[in-house]
């Protein structure tokens, strides 16, 4: 299982918010294969391979010039664990079980 922490900004956008193009790279992120999760700063990805989740990173990043912004910042932070099968939620429980 590989995991990513994507940031998809899009540049010199008219107004102050954003989430029209979050929400456009999140529709877009509805057809390939990957599953993710939105939060306040970013979206996490997971997938079975590094090519399922590098296509979604890019039809993500290209939802933001459809959208309509000139200029996309995207960042990416990976982990690409191969010795077990570890999910989003499973990296949480196992903090939130070191906190008890």
């Given amino acids: 299982m ?3 922490e994507l940031t998809v900004i899009p540049i010199g956008t008219p107004d102050t918010s954003l989430s029209k193009y979050v929400a456009a790279a999140i529709a877009a992120l509805d057809e390939t ?8 700063m970013g979206t996490l990805l997971e997938a079975d391979n590094p090519d ?7 039809i993500a990043h290209e ?3 459809k959208a309509g912004s000139q200029r996309v910042v995207t960042s990416v932070k990976i982990d690409d664990r191969r010795d077990r099968q570890r999910t989003m939620e499973d990296k ?6 070191k906190l008890e």
Avoid: P, R, W
């Fill in 92 to 97: 949480v429980q196992s903090v939130e079980k």
């Fill in 52 to 58: 399922d989740l590098f296509e979604a990173i890019k």
């Fill in 2 to 4: 590989i995991s990513a």
């Fill in 33 to 40: 294969h990957v599953n993710y999760q939105l939060h306040g």
């Fill in 63 to 65: 939802a933001v010039f």
